[in-house]
C-alpha cells in the first residue's frame, strides 16, 4: 500500500517535517520552563548571598590576613575561593536575571502561538 503522504511533492512533506519540529521544540521548551524557572530562582538567591558572604570577607581583610599569617596554605585557598566565587556568582546572577526576562515574554508569546495554532486548526478542520 502506498502512503497517500508519498503522492504530495517533495516540498511540502519538508514544510510540514519543519513545522512538526519546531512545534515540538516550542512544546519541549514549554515544558523544561519548570526546571528553568527553578534555576532562575536558585540563581537569584543563591548567587547574592555568595555575593555577600564574599563581600564580608573582603571587606573584613584583617580575617584573611591572620588565615595566611597563621596557616598560610588555607587563606590563600580561602582567598581564591572567596574570588572564584565572586566570579562565578556574578555570572550566575547575570544569566538569572536574563532568562528571568526571557521566560516572563515567552509565557505571553507561548499563550499568542497556541492560540493563532488553534485558531488555525480550526479554520483547516483539523480540530484535536
Given amino acids: ?3 497517500p503522504e508519498d503522492n504530495r511533492p517533495r516540498d511540502t512533506k519538508r514544510r510540514e517535517n519543519i513545522l512538526e519540529v519546531l512545534d515540538e521544540l516550542i512544546f ?3 515544558n523544561t520552563r519548570g526546571i528553568f524557572t527553578l534555576l532562575i530562582i536558585s540563581s537569584l538567591i543563591l548567587a547574592p548571598i555568595a555575593l555577600i558572604l564574599g563581600a564580608i570577607f573582603i571587606s573584613f581583610p584583617r580575617f584573611l590576613f591572620f588565615l ?3 596557616v598560610p596554605d ?3 585557598i ?3 575561593y ?3 566565587s565572586i566570579i562565578f556568582s556574578s555570572i550566575w546572577l547575570y544569566i538569572g536575571i536574563k532568562e528571568q526576562r ?3 515574554k515567552w509565557n505571553n508569546k507561548f499563550r499568542r502561538y497556541m492560540s493563532l495554532k488553534s485558531q488555525i486548526d480550526k479554520e483547516l478542520g483539523e480540530e484535536d
Fill in 102 to 104: 526571557f521566560f516572563s
Fill in 28 to 30: 519541549h521548551l514549554n
Fill in 1 to 3: 500500500m502506498s502512503d
Fill in 78 to 80: 580561602l582567598l581564591v
Fill in 68 to 70: 595566611i599569617n597563621r
Fill in 82 to 84: 572567596v574570588v572564584i
Fill in 74 to 76: 588555607v587563606g590563600i
